[in-house]
T-cell receptor
Framework: RKEVEQDPGPFNVPEGATVAFNCTYS??????FFWYRQDCRKEPKLLMS???SGNEDGRFTAQLNRASQYISLLIRDSKLSDSATYLC???????????FGAGTRLFVKA | DADVTQTPRNRITKTGKRIMLECSQT?????MYWYRQDPGLGLRLIYY???????NKGEISDGYSVSRQAQAKFSLSLESAIPNQTALYFC??????????FGQGTRLTVV
């Protein structure tokens, strides 16, 4: 079983739709969680960190469920510019290696 | 200018050749990483370093070596390149447990 797993998609949604991604992790000692966005042939860039209490940044909401060992990303009112691959990343407590999921591809269409 | 700079950006090399990918950063971060990205497999960690005197293997270090020449520089070498090392390579940095910042990537093709 992979340490971090994501649904590869692709997710095809119309503009204005709400879309949710889940990411599961196997190491219960994981402490830090992140969502990255990666555009085609570009480097990943941090979208948001995920805190235990959940956090929101505009149209984006991240949640952490420690009991079930998953993190989620919700995108509301999707824009064409949201089309990208979304990577989740997990780092264990006291650890130094950030483990990435394979990414979920999102296409937002007009 | 990018905070994390990788050179070269693209490289085609022949099987058996030695090649070095370089990474430099101006962020002042202590930790540096090398990842490779393959379609469907995501980012996989090759090597990581916490400071100049500390080098650690990642999950796929076979066939690779690294050198941390200074806090700001971390190079990745393929001693004898093989076709299955064709991939997109990323250098990344972080400060402590904060998020990672990536370079723009090096697209390497081994023929």
């Amino acid at each position: 079983r992979k340490e971090v797993e994501q649904d590869p998609g692709p997710f095809n949604v119309p503009e204005g739709a709400t879309v949710a991604f889940n990411c599961t992790y196997s190491n219960s000692a994981s402490q830090s969680f992140f969502w990255y966005r990666q555009d085609c042939r570009k480097e990943p860039k941090l979208l948001m960190s995920v805190y235990s209490s959940g956090n929101e940044d505009g149209r984006f909401t991240a949640q952490l469920n420690r009991a079930s060992q998953y993190i989620s990303l919700l995108i509301r009112d999707s824009k064409l510019s949201d089309s990208a691959t979304y990577l989740c990343a997990v780092r264990p407590s006291g650890g130094f290696k950030t483990i990435f999921g394979a990414g979920t591809r999102l296409f937002v269409k007009a | 200018d990018a905070d994390v700079t990788q050179t070269p950006r693209n490289r085609i090399t022949k099987t058996g050749k030695r090649i070095m990918l370089e990474c430099s950063q101006t962020k002042g971060h202590d930790r540096m990483y090398w990842y490779r990205q393959d379609p469907g497999l995501g980012l996989r960690l090759i090597y990581y370093s916490f400071d100049v005197k500390d080098i650690n293997k990642g999950e796929i270090s076979d066939g690779y070596s690294v050198s941390r020449q200074a806090q700001a520089k971390f190079s990745l070498s393929l001693e004898s390149a093989i076709p299955n090392q064709t991939a997109l390579y990323f250098c990344a940095t972080s400060f402590g447990d904060t998020e990672a910042f990536f370079g723009q990537g090096t697209r390497l093709t081994v023929v």
